[in-house]
């Protein structure tokens, strides 16, 4: 089988994927690059990964890469398209060949947006002009499928997709113990920018002082308002440590992670997918996640291997925080649970054998279903699911 991936450029969040492609495949695997990595990604310690490995195709080198990227949208038996043109879509579906959409969710600032013509047009460009077509969606959020059918596209041919970051195997059981100290060690790693919410790390952080628990926070990342949470901070006059780290290396972010005990994940729903997730889930930590962010109803199973608090809720969130700073042994538990989701099942080496199980299925006629995880339907969620859940 030949399989062809196509993005705007290759990531630390897609390359695992890519890499265990190559291992099931070998070199009937290719990703298109079709942009150069930006100069702003760059200055912040990432790697220009186009150029970094053989089995990559950069169309905007030359009209001849462009050329062989479009043959392989001819000759591939599966394509993949994520951030790229919609002319290798168009070229697959006249001939009506498998393929797969890799997309978050569409309305991120609200369904109505849908009515809006020119989301509209691009939405039947990429999605609903070939709904009776051999085109599926990988749903990179649990939301994408409920948007994608308010538009008219089938829900069945939605499965259930996502990043996958680089998985690290511990010793769990060694890892919690190496995170034992005197005080709880909580973490919040994102852009300092409206959508991630810093300032709630901070309420937190009040709360926990308020309470006389003994903890330090590490805030990593930049952003416009990482000036502004400093000052929030010192303004708050807290008794116990905050640290504004500033942005690292993504080596060095997995650091702090496998030294925390909570782990804030506090985006709203303008959070496509959420690799944060996946990565702290992976070291061990214990996650407090709201409910809004892509990849939380698919990663995390409340009270299993994290805590889900309702987006827009401080209350319900710093209440979350509490239950894993009063109870050590409740957050070791689900630390451990949560690095099994992501070792056994929520990986690149799962994805991709059971991409290629489900690829075969459908190009044999053969249904393959998998019951949870990656490749399995993405279920509708609306966005209200959590409220009125027992918390």
Not at 206 to 211: A, G, N, S
Not at 297 to 318: A, M, Q, S, V, W
Not at 323 to 340: T, V, W
Request: proline share 3%; aromatic share 10%; glycine share 6%.
């Amino acid at each position: 089988m030949k399989i062809t991936f196509y993005s705007n450029f290759l990531n630390h969040h897609q390359l695992p994927f890519c890499k265990a492609m190559v291992e099931l495949i070998g070199e009937r695997f290719t990703f298109v690059a079709t942009e150069p990595i930006s100069a702003e990604r760059v200055a912040m310690g990432y790697v220009d990964m186009n150029k970094a490995y053989p089995f990559i195709l950069r169309t905007y080198d030359s009209e001849a890469e462009y050329e062989k990227a479009r043959n392989l949208a001819r000759t591939s038996d599966v394509i993949i398209l994520g951030s790229a043109p919609n002319e290798f879509v168009d070229i697959r579906m006249q001939n009506n060949r498998l393929t797969f959409r890799y997309s978050e969710r569409l309305f991120k600032k609200g369904t109505y947006r849908r009515f809006i013509p020119p989301t509209r047009k691009k939405i039947n460009a990429s999605f609903t002009k070939y709904r009776n077509k051999n085109l599926y969606t990988m749903c990179a959020s649990a939301y994408t499928s409920s948007d994608l059918e308010l538009c008219g596209f089938n829900p069945e041919k939605c499965i259930e997709w996502g990043y996958f970051p680089e998985l690290k195997e511990y010793d769990i059981e060694k890892l919690i113990k190496s995170k034992h100290g005197e005080c709880i060690k909580v973490l919040w790693v994102g852009r300092f920018i409206g959508l991630k919410h810093p300032e709630l790390a901070l309420l937190v952080a009040q709360r926990l002082d308020r309470e006389d628990i003994n903890f330090h926070l590490k805030m990593i990342g930049n952003g416009k308002d990482f000036e502004k949470s400093k000052r929030m901070a010192d303004n708050m006059g807290l008794k116990h440590p905050v640290e504004f780290l500033g942005a690292m290396a993504p080596s060095e972010v997995r650091r702090h992670m496998e030294e925390a005990n909570i782990y804030l994940l506090t985006s709203d729903f303008n959070e496509g997918w959420g690799a944060v997730l996946n990565e702290s889930m992976n070291s061990g930590c214990a996650v407090v996640a709201s409910h809004a962010i892509g990849a939380v109803p698919f990663l995390i199973k409340h009270r299993e291997n994290g805590l889900i608090y309702e987006n827009g809720n401080t209350n319900d969130l710093c209440d979350k925080v509490m239950i894993f700073a009063r109870d050590l042994s409740l957050s070791e538990k689900m630390g451990k649970n949560a690095y099994y989701t992501l070792k056994n099942t929520w990986n690149a080496k799962v994805a991709a054998e059971r991409l290629l199980k489900l690829a075969d299925g459908l190009l044999s006629g053969n249904q393959i279903k998998f019951a949870t995880g990656p490749c399995s339907r993405a279920n509708i969620i609306k966005n209200n699911w959590f409220c009125g859940e027992e918390q």
